[in-house]
């Protein structure tokens, strides 16, 4: 049978009964201890809880002060010396511990809980500390790296990020179509202009606006009046968007043209 399956459902309690204080550590202060575990193969003390006693109060419980001392020298900048709050009213909790192979132990009862903190004169340095420590994090490590003979492979857009690259209108500016200077037309006689309206007619029978505007050299709105009064504009159609005689005119035309 499998040894995990077989202390699976069962917990090791022959450690309940012990004692076990929680305290509650600066984060400077824990990542020393546990750099400093992991890299000695030799467990040694990382610290030494000091309790001081009133001699005048020996049964007073307020009289105690506990106080703890780093131990070893290569802590660096932290501070060697912490007072310990102890808080006896709490939630009432336990020790648990569990190996790699899924072991569960029960490694005794919280008797007492503390709050570690640095002595009051050293309350500024511990805050400048903190101060230093957090604006560390917030700086970001940039780095430049030089790439030889990439030939711009790493600027390209890789398949499928085309549409992820957004374009600022900044860097991409919009090109607006330059319009063309608009060209004056000088109005012919009116009558003279149908004359000529008459004859492009007997050319051809359909015309668009446009192809009439280049024909006669005429401003298209005065053309467009001429052609209101003549013509008949063709919605639809094989020869829709263009304008034919009015048949009064078209007779009158082909007798003209007879003549």
């Not at 106080?67 to 660096?76: H, N, Q, V």
């Not at 604006?135 to 430049?144: A, E, G, L, T, Y």
């Not at 990020?161 to 500016?173: A, E, H, R, T």
């Not at 004359?195 to 505007?213: G, Y």
Request: glycine share 6%; proline share 6%.
């Amino acid at each position: 049978m499998d040894d995990h399956l077989s202390n699976a459902g069962f917990v090791e309690t022959g450690k309940a009964d012990r004692s076990v204080w929680l305290m509650k550590c600066p984060v400077v202060v824990a990542k020393s201890w546990k750099a400093r575990t992991a890299s000695s193969s030799d467990p040694q003390p990382v610290a030494k809880v000091v309790l001081s006693l009133d001699p005048r109060k020996p049964d007073d419980p307020s009289s105690m002060q506990f106080t703890m001392e780093m131990a070893g020298s290569e802590f660096g900048n932290i501070r060697k010396s912490y007072d310990l709050n102890m808080f006896k009213d709490f939630v009432p909790m336990c020790v648990f511990s569990e190996t790699t192979q899924g072991r569960l132990a029960m490694e005794g009862k919280i008797e007492h809980k503390f709050d570690m903190k640095p002595h009051e004169e050293n309350l500024e340095e511990y805050g400048k500390l903190c101060r230093e420590r957090t604006n560390k994090s917030m700086v970001k490590n940039r780095q430049i790296q030089v790439i030889d003979n990439d030939r711009g492979v790493h600027m390209r857009p890789m398949p499928g990020m085309v549409g992820l690259i957004s374009s600022n209108s900044k860097d991409k500016k919009k090109t607006t179509p330059v319009k063309q200077p608009e060209v004056k037309r000088t109005r012919r006689d009116r009558g003279e202009l149908e004359d000529i309206m008459f004859k492009l007619f007997e050319r051809q029978p359909n015309w668009a606006l446009k192809q009439l505007v280049q024909e006669t050299d005429q401003p298209a709105q005065f053309l467009k009046e001429i052609l209101n009064e003549l013509c008949v504009y063709n919605k639809r159609g094989s020869n829709q968007g263009t304008y034919e005689l009015k048949p009064e005119y078209k007779k009158s035309a082909e007798d003209t043209g007879a003549e």
